[in-house]
């Protein structure tokens, strides 16, 4: 019952954010654009670039993980979806959970899926791209689960983006931290599989935690 409700609950949500409406294009447009704005401010200094360009990088994706949050959870709080998900036998965990997840493979794959070509423009190696699609998706995944905290915190905040921004970049740090040490150690040739086993370990500890903190959060928003 609870697998099958919280497979519902993913299906639906991925139909929502690839049924048009910009939802899916804005982080991807935040990501590429701030990026992209990069070497206009630095220079075209390609050591430069080379140097900054993993932190920059990260930052961006970071940052582009953020947008989509504030309308993870109020939406259905509105509408009164919520309500039903929370009538319907399904456990909150689950739900929060699926929809989390739908939100990471519709928007969070497709940033990580970009991250090399934006890579390349920042002077990144060539020989790196895999390693920067993959360290991109594993954090990504982390941003997601950690903002699903402050979107479920916020969800009854009317335009509670700043309020997300402040609860969920502290938990953000850890992969903040790691992530941007893969991918310098992927940029310089050196050891970047430390960092991102690291960086894994705080994908799982986010995905493992956040739908008990996210379901919280909404009994007492529902409530």
Do not use: N
């Not at 992209?36 to 932190?55: I, K, N, Q, V």
């Not at 002077?123 to 982390?142: H, N």
Request: glycine share 12%.
């Amino acid at each position: 019952m609870m697998v099958s409700g919280a497979g519902a609950v993913f299906v639906r949500e991925l139909k929502q954010a690839w049924s048009g409406g910009g939802g899916v294009s804005l982080p991807l447009g935040f990501f590429a654009g701030a990026c992209s704005l990069t070497p206009l401010s630095l220079g075209p200094e390609a050591d430069l670039l080379r140097a900054a360009g993993p932190g920059v990088l990260w930052i961006a994706l970071a940052l582009s993980s953020l947008l989509p949050m504030e309308r993870l959870f109020q939406a259905d709080l509105e509408d009164g979806t919520l309500d039903a998900y929370a009538g319907s036998g399904v456990a909150l965990e689950w739900v929060a959970a699926a929809k989390t997840a739908a939100h990471w493979v519709s928007t969070g794959l497709p940033l990580a899926l970009i991250a090399p070509v934006l890579w390349i423009m920042l002077q990144g190696p060539v020989s790196s791209m895999f390693q920067v699609a993959l360290v991109s998706s594993i954090g990504s995944a982390a941003f997601f689960f950690f903002g699903a905290i402050g979107a479920a915190l916020t969800a009854g905040v009317r335009r509670g983006g700043l309020l997300i921004t402040l609860v969920a970049l502290p938990l953000y740090c850890p992969a903040m931290i790691f992530g941007s040490a893969a991918l310098y150690g992927a940029a310089s040739g050196g050891d970047w599989t430390s960092p991102l086993m690291l960086t894994s370990a705080a994908a799982l500890f986010a995905i493992a935690c956040s739908p008990f903190a996210a379901a919280s959060a909404l009994r007492a928003a529902i409530d």
